[in-house]
């Protein structure tokens, strides 16, 4: 491996900007990182180039650990958005800087500067200075200079942030051209998708200090795990649906196109539709896929090649769309047409049209939507305003239900509410909790979340599994959780009875495996802690320790719940997710 | 031929003339009075006086304490303001202001400090007595006070183009494989060096013109710690009016020269980057 980095973390005023970052780059690999400005992407490749230290992990270089090398002798070339040029100096003195540096003899260096000034094509240039050079020209003489040590590793930082289009393009090219021909492993950092497409082996993107997927373009572009993924590469509408035996149901019709449906009872899942897997024609009939529904043709966007529509879905067609417009309550449902298409049935704003999805891809995220559920219409409706609450939906682009129980906690009573609960259920936290979660686990809920009042987003999500059955089902919620919110995740291990040795190294080969699990199956780095004694009073005994934490709880039987549970839970002080999964 | 070109910006006729008259009643006039009171004199006597030894040997001391002075303040204040400019310690914000403090002082208060502190009894100066080392009544003195009183000019100057030279830079050259002290010679140094000569300039040019400070660390011996704005003003004592001007003349004169001198090496500093690149 050329890069390698394990379990990186950096923060900044205690909020952390790289989250728990494990990564492997290849030999020769082209690898860009992709993100949203503010997701830590540069900062982590500051770190791979040594300009600012981790605060936990390690980073190797080509099997050298690098952790505490200084930048100067880790031996990587860093291109920089604003070119970083020596403005003092010529494209020759520039380039040469690293080779003076290391004192290597003029005949030699003049060698190389022309070999390297022919390899990003600015032959003759020599004596100029940087201010003499156009924007392009100057970012090229940046790339020489950092490739000049025929470092082990490219890292460049939005190397095309400061060009115009065109410029770009070309750039682009010759980067790529240059990475080939070296076979130099490169790391590139940028916001745009499109040059990420364009560029990579591979994409790791990134979302609030943590990488949240890595794979080839095509790959993530078709077949995203998590909504911020399937968003922020290309277009996509995103529908609640629900995964039944069938198959995938979007609007209470069944998808063919779908992916396999697996066993088990329905239940809700988000559906990716791709704005180019929508098909709208003027029946029915005249469809090629499977029919959702018919809709009204709200705008009609014309960009040469493609054709861009806005279809707003009839209100009989129940597939609610999360997000997909530019505003909540504006969903409308986005849809691309080659030109070959739009040529064969041409629309206009106002008309009536019959939709069809050629492939709908579901998410295997386990948090589909909420349900605020409450005695009363008022107490659901403030719950469901809860900021922690509404923080979530904002960033899990979801929605929130809500869901009157008049009985909810008196034992033996019934649903009154029409329908199974779906997605997450999420109840307030007041006074008699663990007799209403009980109630509500014992009626179907398969995710709830107990929520305090004034609880606010979580610094540190602790984790625990009552039994193994619900260990999996665990580890995916908290992977779905903590790709949302910028939190440590900590897996606590608890023991009964007191610690010996024989005990400890069997609790921590268990924190072995559970963490090997969360990395490999769920994407989730976490750190582990072993403790020994009563589940419930050690638990309530780390959260208590610091402020701003919140636990995710897998159990699979209700049997001594309300006991183990009742002071826990009662205290009413922290957010507690309480995943069933595993139950008879 | 019109000054007038068509620009945004509106009020060339206005602020032009404003600027042109403005400089000519501050400014020129006074010089010029300066000069025509001087050439009223007879030649022989305008050389008499400004070639008196007394006279030259404070040209030395004025003009040799202020280089010396300016050279030193660029050093330090250098330092001051890289101190200032990069770091965040407590108390940074007081350092900050204190460095203008020589600037609201009035230069005679920082005189009778300076003695206080260095005279053969001061704090200070009572140590370096035996050591051999007279500060009060000597150059020295004069150099220090020449100093305090134009170190602010220097960090001011240098400061701002310090927080300028962008990070990005020396990161570059840092992972280009360059240590510390090659990206201070190599990259900060290139890059703040015409903000060092401006510091130069005008620290040399306040301290030329002190008067207030140094007469009272200077003991004004004829001949030894006699600066010229003293002289000017024994002869202005001695309603020696004409003396007094032919020696602020030559002084006028000198200054000019200097800072002429060093304009044109920050040009040529600049041409020679352009001619590089031919």
Known sequence: MSITLDQVTKHYGGVPVVNDVSLDIGDGEFFVLLGPSGSGKSTLLRAIAGLSGVDHGRISLHGRDVTHVAARKRGVGLVFQNYALFRHMTVADNIEFALRVRHMRGRARRQRRAELLRLVSLEGMDHRLPAQLSGGQQQRVAVARALAHK???????????????????????????????????????????????????????????????????????????????????????????????????????????????????????????????????????????????????????????????????????????????????????????????????????????????????????????FTACAQSAPLADELSRQPLLTELVARMKTRIAVRIEPSLGVAEEPCQAQGEFFGTTVSAAAGDNVRRAEWLLRRGVKDLLVLPEHAAPPQRVLIHWMSEAARSATLAVSASVLRHVPAEAVYVGIFPGSSDSERHSHGMRELLDARSEAQAAHGLEMRTELHFGDVAQELTRRLAEAPAQMLILGISELRQFADSFRTLLDGGRWPVLIVQRGAT | MSFRKPSVLPGFGLTFGFTTCFLSTIVLLPLAALVLSAASMHWSDFVRVVSSPRALGSYRLSFGASLLAATINVVFGFIIAWTLARYEFPGRKIIDALIDMPFALPTAVSGIALTTVFAQNGWIGRYLEPLGVKVAYTWLGVTLALTLISMPFAVRAVQPALQEVQRDLEEAAETLGAGRMYVLWRIILPTVLPALLTGFTLAFARAVGEYGSVIFIAGNLPMKTEITPLLIVIHLEEFDYQGAAALGVVMLGISFVILLAINLLQAWGRRRHVRAAH
Not at chain 1, 190 to 197: G, L, P
Not at chain 1, 293 to 320: C, K
Request: net charge negative; hydrophobic share 40%.
């Open chain 1, 151 to 369: 470092p082990e590793v490219l890292l460049l930082d939005e190397p095309f942030g400061a060009l115009d289009a065109k410029i770009r393009e070309e750039l682009r090219r010759t980067i790529r051209q240059v990475q080939r021909e070296l076979g130099i492993t490169t790391v590139l950092v940028t916001h745009d998708q499109e040059e990420a497409f364009a560029m990579a082996d591979r994409i790791g993107i990134m979302s609030q200090g943590r990488l949240l997927e890595v794979g080839a373009p095509h790959d993530l572009y078709a077949r995203p795990a998590t909504r911020f993924v399937a968003t922020f590469l290309g277009a996509a509408n995103l529908f609640l649906a629900r995964r039944t035996p069938d198959g995938i149901q979007v609007g209470g019709k069944t998808m063919g196109g779908a992916e396999r449906a697996a066993g088990g009872p329905e239940h809700e899942v988000v559906a990716v539709v791709r704005p180019e897997e929508v098909e709208v024609a003027p029946a029915r009939d005249a469809l090629g896929s499977r029919y959702l529904g018919n809709g009204v043709v709200d705008e009609v966007t014309f960009t040469g090649a493609l054709e861009r529509l806005r279809v707003r879905l009839d209100e009989a067609v129940h597939a609610p769309l999360l997000a997909a417009g530019d505003g909540d309550g504006r969903s409308t449902l986005q849809v691309t047409r080659t030109r070959h298409a739009y040529r064969g049935f041409e629309v206009h704003q106002g008309q009536s049209v019959a939709v069809g999805l050629r492939r709908v891809h579901v998410l295997p995220t386990p948090l589909s939507s």
